[in-house]
């Protein structure tokens, strides 16, 4: 037993002799950290690693069976997902890694932000990590483009269509980024090639530049209120606080780095095996139009931003804001690389987080069910409720005919069901005169199209007839000016005698 | 750096230095035929580097430079017959620029309305604003979009919702009995290689439309 013990030390100073790597690594590993930032707060960057390193190893494996030619790419899923064995799993794990290690990425970035752990001497720390932020998008962008489905097809075409704003360049610009005057094979290639090879090496020198960072200045220490970075005694302060409380980082501080790889990894196991793999949606066949393109969970609240900008701002706004929100990240730390750190002394950068996350959060929550688009089938699929044809005169039930035929459904919904672009109009009338009714119809506007030219005299009058009718049970409208005009005995609005709250039936 | 952190023994310790040794700088001044040397070989790679570059650059970029293949063609897309007067079809055609990869995604769809025995409109598929595919309604006669609720009118030109402009058209021409349509980039705002004749910003006010046998609204002026 003894000798092979000495022979395994022979063996690790034979190899060590040569390579000398394993003795610097391990010191690194083991260097002197302040025992009051072996904290679960600084779990989140070893995280975000082990999942990049996940997202290596099960894209190479993806890479194995994928195809990614335009021809083949969709067809290529499918194999995964149902004929190689496990291969549904790894695109699982490849999806679901994806969604967590942006999670991670992005609450690693608040943690540092409100720790101020960007501050003096780790600003080029946060410089980098904000590039490592952008090429992790850029993966997720790139890798839901390999999924080459409709929704792949038309995210590449809202790139093109945002890239064609861009002014004299743009239609070089789509070139570039299309490969090609077209969606196609050339699109699908230079995204592999983005996805595989360009932003993974690029990721790969981000990180290894990040830790080594790390391992130069030290894990930041535990921000303490009142306690200010100055750039003249920072450093001497954080060297005594080492010799003072240091702990070596493996194993004394790891173990808590080590747990939360795990749960995490554990973490998408199980959303891999319990949900499975992303799509892919239909084959990405642009004559399909049947379709509402949807971009991934990460890029959801762009979609919903670009719902609601106003065409006329919305160009600058989305070739300005971008650039000024990212030179902002990188400019942070050169701006504010002194001073306090603590979180309860720097009033302005919480309420920033919680105002952007805030923000981000509705306008994904938004984008998970975009009331902004027009329901397609609603017209055809969504019956008026009976109780609002009840007790209608024979005009008034035509009027429903014509609401259900010139697909306002679409846009209106009613009881609840059809589009929610326009307002609902279960009690329109309440709200709005015959008069102004009529004038929204035929004249539009207020981000309602004109139906002048698709209604005729007899249907409009029809379709008046039975919006009138819908009230919810309140006292029609009535235009106060009418009121001022009319003799001196003003008239009360008419009882809603024969109308039938359709809420109560 | 004040080396805050006590950093293991360097490396260097490896390869000790022999202390018997000249001062480096005793060994640079002792070696300035080689630093020129070597300043000199920097110089060479840098212009090779540059030889080299300009024909990668080239080829990186090379998608950005139109080519004669991305112009477009004319391409037949139907009998004139396939359209009634008064109705908007879907028509779908290869595109003329597909490459020899582009499986599906080398098809492309378009709308097509028949004013007149004569006049047609040929719309692309894609909304002006994002590029989504835009569904027609023929009941409320509206194209509509299924991602940021842009709509159009029969005529191509803005209903309302986020997109600037209304349409894009494809130039047409009648040919014996067919429709041909002049089809190449994807339209977008800045690649309309199809469109030369037509205004970017604004489709063509539909002076024609009055000709439609449909009733020409009270909003069109």
């Known amino acids: 037993m003894a000798g092979m013990k000495q022979r395994a030390i022979d063996l690790y100073q034979w190899i060590e002799h040569r390579l000398g790597l394993i003795k610097p690594l391990t010191a690194a590993a083991e260097h002197p950290t302040p025992a009051n930032n072996a904290s679960w707060w600084y779990v989140f960057g070893s995280a975000a690693t082990v999942l990049f390193i996940l997202q290596v190893v099960t894209g190479i494996l993806l890479a194995l069976v994928y195809s990614p030619s335009a021809n083949e790419a969709w067809t290529s899923l499918g194999i995964l997902n149902h004929t190689i064995p496990l291969g549904w799993y790894l695109r699982a794990l490849h999806g679901w890694g994806s969604d967590f290690m942006i999670a991670i990425v992005l609450i690693h970035v608040v943690q540092v932000f409100l720790f101020g752990a960007y501050k003096f001497p780790r600003e080029l720390t946060w410089i980098v990590g904000v590039c490592l932020l952008l090429l992790t998008l850029g993966m997720a962008f790139t890798g839901q483009v390999m999924r080459f489905d409709q929704d792949a097809y038309w995210g590449l075409g809202i790139g093109a269509s945002i890239m064609s704003r861009v002014p004299l360049i743009g239609a070089p610009l789509v070139h570039l980024l299309l490969g090609a005057p077209i969606i196609g094979g050339q699109t699908l290639s230079r995204f592999f090639t983005l996805h595989v090879f360009v932003i993974p090496g690029l990721l790969l020198a981000g990180v290894f530049v990040h830790i080594w960072m790390v391992l130069l200045h030290g894990v930041s220490d535990w921000p303490m209120p009142g306690r200010l970075v100055r750039k003249s005694t920072y450093e001497r302060e954080y060297h005594e606080l080492v010799i003072k409380t240091g702990i070596p980082f493996v194993p004394d501080a790891a173990w808590k780095d080590a747990v939360f790889a795990a749960a995490i990894l554990f973490a998408v196991m199980a959303c891999a095996f319990f949900f499975g793999p992303f799509g892919p949606t239909g084959t990405p066949d642009p004559t399909i139009i049947q379709t509402a393109p949807k971009p991934d969970f990460a890029f959801l609240w762009i979609y919903s931003v670009l719902a609601f900008l106003p065409p006329a701002i919305e160009t600058p706004f989305m070739l300005v804001v971008p650039i000024l929100a990212i030179a902002a990240m990188l400019l942070l730390p050169i701006f504010a690389g002194e001073g306090e750190r603590h979180w309860a002394r720097r009033p302005v950068a919480v309420l920033m987080v919680s105002v952007i996350a805030v923000t981000l959060g509705i306008f994904t929550r938004l984008g998970t069910y975009t009331p902004w688009s027009p329901i397609m089938e609603a017209w055809t699929s969504e019956p008026i409720p009976t109780a609002y044809l009840r007790n209608r005169t024979p005009l008034e039930r035509q009027g429903a005919l014509v609401l259900q035929d010139k697909q306002c459904r679409n846009c209106h919904s009613l009881a609840g069901a059809g589009g929610q672009r326009g307002p609902a109009l279960d009690a329109i009338a309440s709200r709005m005169t015959e008069d102004q009714i009529i004038r929204q119809v035929l004249q539009g506007g207020g981000n309602m199209p004109a139906y002048g030219n698709a209604l005729n005299p007899s249907e409009t009058k029809a379709l008046m007839r039975f919006l009138m009718t819908l009230r919810d049970g309140n006292a029609p409208a009535v235009d106060a000016s009418r009121q001022l005009t009319s003799s001196a005995k003003p008239q009360p609005p008419p009882p809603a005698a024969p109308t039938i709250a359709p809420k109560s039936q | ?221």
């Open chain 2, 1 to 221: 750096m004040s080396e805050p952190l006590e950093h293991p023994e360097h490396p260097d310790d490896l390869n000790p230095p022999t202390s018997a040794d000249p001062t480096p700088e005793a060994k640079a001044a002792a070696h300035s035929r080689r630093t020129f040397l070597f300043t000199l070989a920097v110089g060479l790679n840098a212009v090779v580097g540059a030889v080299l570059a300009v024909p990668l650059v080239g080829y990186l970029l090379g998608p950005a430079w139109r080519k004669n293949s991305f112009v477009g063609a004319w391409i037949a897309i139907g009998s004139i017959n396939d359209f009634p007067v008064g109705e908007t079809r879907l028509v779908d055609f290869r595109s003329p620029v597909a490459s020899f990869d582009d499986g599906d995604t080398a098809k492309v769809a378009c709308w097509v309305r028949r004013i007149d025995a004569q006049q047609f409109q040929v719309f692309a598929i894609n909304c002006a604003h994002l590029g989504c595919p835009v569904r027609w309604f023929a009941q409320s006669k509206l194209f509509l979009c299924p991602c940021h609720g842009g709509a159009y009118y029969e005529d191509g030109s803005r209903a309302s919702g986020p997109p600037e402009r209304g349409l894009f058209e494809y130039k047409y021409k009648l040919d014996g009995g067919s429709l041909l349509i002049h089809a190449g980039d994807m339209p977008t705002l800045a690649t309309q290689a199809s469109c030369k004749q037509k205004p970017l910003l604004q489709i063509a006010p539909a002076t024609e439309a009055a000709s439609t046998p449909a009733r020409s609204g009270e909003w069109q002026a």
